[in-house]
């Protein structure tokens, strides 16, 4: 069984650092594509933990691993390279969703949300950059996180009964000019999908 990596970010659940479960790829939540395939090979994909949650996607860039959660209810699990390991920090991504139906009424209040729950931890943001996710709205953010450079990629989720979710993809470095940890988030970050259960 593995040991989770080092590892800090912000949520909309508690704008407070978060941490994973250790376990492994037998873990009820976690299907991965491809198995039997070695770390960095095939995709992740993340079922719904309940009827009308979304199902998460993502690539697994070379070199990669995942380690799902169940202890903390927004954190679904964090890819990580050991491999890119530098100043006793190991590169990661951790991927959390968050049921707002109740608290928003629309997409955009959802990710204001999430924008405003990282700011009030790390101040201003560098960079925030609108896009779609899957045909969902999204914002990439940049920000400095304990010294560290972050980027997060917050996605917000409606389905026909009005409930919504967002969902955040928190990667973290020491070395990020490193071009191994750029081509992975770059990756990450582009072939991520989203998608709700079919009617």
């Given at each position: 069984m593995?040991s ?5 970010s912000?949520?909309?659940?508690s704008?407070?650092p978060?941490?994973?479960s250790?376990?492994?790829?037998g873990?009820?939540?976690l299907?991965?594509?491809?198995s ?5 090979e095939?995709?992740?994909t993340l079922?719904?933990r309940d009827v009308d949650e979304?199902?998460?996607?993502l690539?697994?860039?070379p ?8 202890d ?5 699990g964090?890819l ?5 390991r530098?100043?006793?920090?190991t590169p990661?991504?951790?991927v ?5 139906t109740?608290?928003v009424?629309?997409?955009a ?10 700011s009030?931890?790390i ?8 896009g779609t996710?899957s045909?969902?709205p999204?914002?990439t953010i940049t920000y400095?996180l304990?010294?560290?450079?972050a980027?997060g990629?917050?996605i917000?989720v409606q389905?026909?009964?009005a409930?919504?979710?967002?969902i955040?993809?928190?990667?973290q470095?020491t070395d ?9 988030k770059?990756?990450?970050?582009d072939?991520?999908e ?6």
């Open positions: 593995r989770p990596p080092g590892r800090s912000p949520t909309s659940a704008a407070a978060t941490s994973a250790s376990g492994g790829p873990d009820k939540e299907a991965v594509e491809n039997g395939r070695p770390p960095g095939g995709s992740i079922d719904p979304p199902t998460i996607t690539p697994r860039p070199g990669w691993e995942f380690l799902p959660s169940n903390s209810p927004p954190v679904r964090v990580y390279s050991q491999e890119l530098r100043h006793g920090f990661n991504a951790v959390t969703m968050e049921d707002l109740g608290q009424a629309l997409p209040q959802a990710l204001a949300k999430e924008r405003a729950a990282v009030a931890v101040g201003e943001l560098d960079t925030d950059i609108p996710v045909g969902f999204s914002r400095n304990q010294g560290r450079p980027t990629l917050l917000a389905n026909t009964k409930r919504i979710w967002v955040t993809v928190t990667l470095t990020a000019d490193n071009p191994h940890y750029i081509a992975a770059q990756a990450v970050l072939s991520l989203v998608r709700l259960p079919t009617p």
